[in-house]
Structures are given as C-alpha cells and as structure tokens.
C-alpha cells in the first residue's frame, strides 16, 4: 500500500473549520483514501473514504485532488469533541489488504 | 456501522502470569480480524492478522508463541498474552472486517489496556 504523510500536529478554534492534509503522491489507481480518528484511550473511528471523487458525510468532507497525490479531510465546524489524532490511510479493497496506520495528525480544538 | 466489542477494557496482572482478550463482532459476521498493539504516544502496529477456521499470520518480530490467537467463529477471536512481562503492557486493540456488497471496511474495538506489572 501507498505510504502517506500527514503533518505531527494541528490546531483549530472551536466553531471554525479544520481542514487536515494528507500526501500520497504514490498512489495507485485502485487504491482507496481512508481516514479514521483515535479520541485518546480508545479503538480508531471510521470517518470517510473516497477513491477520486469528493465525499462527504455527516461527519466529514473529503476533498481528493484530480491526479490523486493528496487529499484534505474538512471537519467543516469543530468542537473540543473533535480533539483526536487523525489517520490518513491508502489501501485497496483486495480482500487481503488491511489498514496500516503511520503517526497521524493531532488535531487540538481549543475554546 | 458495524460494532466490535472488546472484553476486558483494561487488564492489570502480575509478571508472568497469562491474560486473555476477547474481540467480538457484534452484528456482523467478520471473516478476518486484526489485533494491533499501541505503546504511548506511538501509532497503532498491526501485531497478526486472523482468518476464521485457520492459523493467524503473524507481523516480523511478533512471536507466535508469546501472542496465541484464536479464531474459531465468524464473531469471536480471542488474543492470549503468554507469561506476561511489563514490557508487554500495552493498548491492543482488535478489529474485524465485515465481507458485505463488496466492500470490505474495517471495523475497531474499543480497546484493551494491559499494564503488567
């Protein structure tokens, strides 16, 4: 799977957006964008996937530039609950394949 | 989406002595589950990966032997630390993949944490 690389930490103000960037110029055509979020002393959470086009959820957007090489994820109104260490992860959906998880970005919303 | 449940939610046990950990799919049925350990402050490493009905596969430089796994259905696979050492005290963590209308998404336990001491 394609290696990704996010920065170690952000900060955002509670109320306005955060917008976290995530490289994988190594990408492959059928390999998907995932993002998943880890709140302190708990199991990572699903937030998002995409494979080129934008997505978005109740949760998150994802936007996914055109050659593919990078993607933002968008909390588009964070709150103190959004403080989490965010994961951006490449793989394919071959059976066989499993998540692989690098350092992540540490999103501190503050008051 | 899909919930997995982990049993205990934290573990304290003295040096030497075994510890069992449970992962359960609660409304899927997950053909493949993962464990992954997590030291303080660093990323989740994938320890061994688990088919129902055969042998887990193990990531390098995990021991087979130390780290016993047991899959025997589509909703239960159970993580036994062997003789535990504090070296071992950790955050593990399961997850299990749901097989449904050809995606195949990754579903995580809250978590296990085992302080050996």
């Known amino acids: 799977d394609a290696k990704t690389t996010q920065p170690p930490s952000m900060d955002c103000a509670e109320g306005r957006a955060a917008n976290l960037p995530c490289n994988h110029s190594?990408?492959?055509?059928?390999?998907?964008v995932y993002w998943y979020r880890q709140i302190h002393s708990q199991g990572p959470q699903y937030i998002i996937h995409g494979l080129k086009n934008n997505e978005t959820n109740e949760m998150a957007s994802l936007i996914i530039t055109e050659d593919r090489k990078s993607s933002t994820l968008i909390l588009p109104h964070a709150t103190l609950r959004d403080t989490a260490v965010y994961y951006c992860?490449?793989?394919?959906?071959?059976?066989?394949?499993?998540?692989?998880f690098g350092g992540g970005t540490r999103l501190m919303v503050k008051p | 989406g899909a919930v997995v449940s982990q049993h205990p939610s934290r573990v304290i046990c003295k040096s030497g002595t075994s510890v069992k950990i449970e992962c359960r799919s609660l409304?899927?049925?997950?053909?493949?589950m993962f464990w992954y350990r997590q030291f303080p402050k660093q990323s989740l490493m994938l320890m061994a990966t688990s088919n129902e009905g055969s042998k887990a596969t193990y990531e390098q430089g995990v021991e087979k032997d130390k780290f016993l796994i047991n899959h025997a259905s589509l909703t239960l696979s159970t993580l036994t630390v062997t003789s535990a050492h504090p070296e071992d005290s950790s955050f593990y963590i399961c997850?299990?993949?749901?097989?449904?209308?050809?995606?195949?998404?990754?579903?995580f336990g809250p978590g296990t944490r085992l302080t050996v001491l």
């Open positions: 992860i490449v793989r394919s959906n071959n059976a066989g394949n499993m998540l692989t």
């Open positions: 190594t990408i492959s055509g059928n390999e998907y």
């Open positions: 997850s299990a993949r749901a097989l449904a209308g050809g995606q195949n998404e990754q579903f």
């Open positions: 409304d899927f049925q997950a053909t493949t």
